[in-house]
């Protein structure tokens, strides 16, 4: 007897998947410039309030340039006294680009939902990964603690920050040899967005 084709609803979601040629960044494990301002005009309109959380720096002159209003914000205190994530009364944000910390799942939860609460219906939230050949995942355990605060995941972009001969990547020579074994040849972006409004 045939078995009933599977609904939309059986099947898992697929996440579409793109790559961002870029630059090599200037600060290992940051978000090159062009692809940071690539996100900022992809994922943000004029005039919106744009998030860096843990941001080296990167953000602010893209943001100005696409004429949007930008706010730095840390999680621990820093001697310029940059706002501090925890004592943030903003809301409304149409886009935070994050840098979350190497945890669990559990331990990111507190700052995701600050960052839910921060953002408008709609809006975007996209966390910085660089890959690790460590024990956890820390792109798979932004992506359960998201979800556990709402957010719906989009999008998975790598943004690759090695140039490329032929069909090869190649790293640059002055790689440090922080990630062990492993020569980082990309970021990735995870791209959340928050149920509700035009967008979401």
């Known amino acids: 007897m045939p078995q009933p084709r599977p609904t939309r609803t059986d099947q898992p979601r697929i996440i579409p998947l793109t790559v961002w040629p870029t630059i090599t960044p200037g600060i290992p494990g940051s978000l090159p410039a062009d692809a940071a301002a690539r996100a900022i005009a992809t994922f943000s309109n004029t005039g919106d309030l744009v998030i860096g959380i843990d941001d080296a720096g990167i953000l602010i002159g893209a943001a100005d340039y696409l004429q949007r209003r930008y706010l730095a914000l840390h999680r621990a205190p820093r001697p310029a006294a940059t706002p501090i994530l925890t004592h943030c009364r903003e809301r409304g944000a149409g886009l935070i680009i994050d840098h979350p910390p190497t945890t669990s799942p559990e331990n990111l939860l507190p700052d995701l939902s600050t960052l839910v609460g921060i953002l408008r219906p709609g809006g975007y939230l996209l966390t910085v990964h660089t890959p690790t050949d460590g024990a956890t995942d820390p792109l798979a355990d932004s992506i359960t603690a998201a979800r ?39 970021t990735d972006l995870a791209v959340f967005t928050r149920p509700g409004g035009a967008r979401g």
Request: aromatic fraction near 2%; glycine fraction near 8%.
């Open 148 to 186: 556990a605060t709402g957010l719906r995941y989009l999008q998975h972009i790598i943004v690759l920050t090695s140039a490329i001969h032929g069909d090869e990547l190649h790293p640059p020579a002055e790689t440090s040899s922080d990630h062990g074994m492993l020569e980082p040849v990309h």
